[in-house]
């Protein structure tokens, strides 16, 4: 198994998609009323497609997986870029930290990131952090799923791509329990050649997580959750 989407959900996922396709320098896939793709490569490291989902209304739940964008050295010429592509500034409490925190189209927040060690050859996103009741478990869970390895960050459990390049998946102490409403923003990992599904929903709960059925019908994927509740597709080998 790997990582392969990181996923929105979205009123308007060409405006969405585009605005970050933008922000990125990310290579278009996909731009039709189902959905936008675009594809981030970090050579010699991850590909990870973002996807844009459409939904009928604006999710309202906190945000329970962001994205950390590197800024480095040149943070504040990265925050007029973002602000001219449409992203503008928010507030969600912080108070005299290093990061500049911002709201895309849709008023997803995100991070602009000042330096530090470890986003070195990260490519543009630093981080993905990620809410959890518990951090150590959770990591365990993920480095499982993803086959990412431990790596040294600020938060008290990081991952990464065996590369060691490409963002920091980042398990964070979660400020709330998991509210019932699906987070907007979720991984999808993909299965290889001769994984087994069912094997996987087995591994899976056997680590905490449990497999949803949300009644959507017929899809060629499935759905479940980590010990924390976030959501997450595994999605079939590829042809």
């Given at each position: 198994?790997?990582?392969?989407?990181?996923?929105?959900?979205?009123?308007?996922?060409?405006?969405?998609g585009r605005f970050w396709q933008a922000a990125l320098s990310t290579e278009q896939l996909t731009d039709s009323p189902?959905?936008?793709?675009?594809?981030?490569?970090?050579?010699?490291?991850?590909?990870?497609?973002?996807?844009?989902?459409?939904?009928?209304?604006?999710?309202?739940?906190?945000?329970?997986?962001?994205?950390?964008?590197?800024?480095?050295?040149?943070?504040?010429?990265?925050?007029?870029?973002?602000?001219?592509?449409?992203?503008?500034?928010?507030?969600?409490?912080?108070?005299?930290?290093?990061?500049?925190?911002?709201?895309?189209?849709?008023?997803?927040?995100?991070?602009?990131?000042?330096?530090?060690?470890?986003?070195?050859?990260?490519?543009?996103?630093?981080?993905?952090?990620?809410?959890?009741?518990?951090?150590?478990?959770?990591?365990?869970?993920?480095?499982?799923?993803?086959?990412?390895?431990?790596?040294?960050?600020?938060?008290?459990?990081?991952?990464?791509?065996?590369?060691?390049?490409?963002?920091?998946?980042?398990?964070?102490?979660?400020?709330?329990?998991?509210?019932?409403?699906?987070?907007?923003?979720?991984?999808?990992?993909?299965?290889?050649?001769?994984?087994?599904?069912?094997?996987?929903?087995?591994?899976?709960?056997?680590?905490?997580?449990?497999?949803?059925?949300?009644?959507?019908?017929?899809?060629?994927?499935?759905?479940?959750?980590?010990?924390?509740?976030?959501?997450?597709?595994?999605?079939?080998?590829?042809?």
């Amino acid at each position: 198994m790997y990582l392969e989407n990181l996923v929105w959900d979205a009123v308007d996922p060409g405006r969405l998609g585009r605005f970050w396709q933008a922000a990125l320098s990310t290579e278009q896939l996909t731009d039709s009323p189902g959905g936008f793709e675009t594809r981030l490569v970090v050579e010699d490291g991850p590909t990870l497609d973002l996807c844009f989902q459409p939904v009928p209304e604006p999710p309202a739940e906190p945000l329970r997986l962001h994205l950390d964008l590197l800024g480095g050295a040149e943070q504040d010429e990265a925050v007029e870029r973002l602000l001219g592509l449409g992203a503008r500034h928010v507030d969600i409490g912080q108070r005299g930290v290093p990061w500049v925190v911002l709201a895309d189209p849709e008023g997803n927040p995100f991070c602009v990131m000042e330096p530090r060690a470890e986003y070195v050859r990260t490519g543009p996103i630093a981080a993905l952090p990620l809410d959890s009741a518990d951090p150590q478990r959770d990591a365990d869970f993920w480095a499982w799923l993803t086959g990412w390895v431990e790596t040294g960050g600020s938060e008290p459990r990081a991952l990464r791509h065996p590369s060691l390049r490409g963002p920091l998946l980042e398990l964070c102490p979660e400020p709330a329990a998991k509210a019932a409403a699906k987070n907007r923003v979720h991984l999808d990992v993909r299965l290889e050649a001769g994984d087994d599904p069912d094997e996987v929903a087995a591994g899976i709960a056997a680590r905490g997580g449990r497999e949803l059925r949300p009644g959507w019908g017929d899809l060629p994927w499935r759905h479940h959750a980590d010990p924390s509740g976030n959501e997450f597709c595994v999605l079939p080998a590829s042809s």
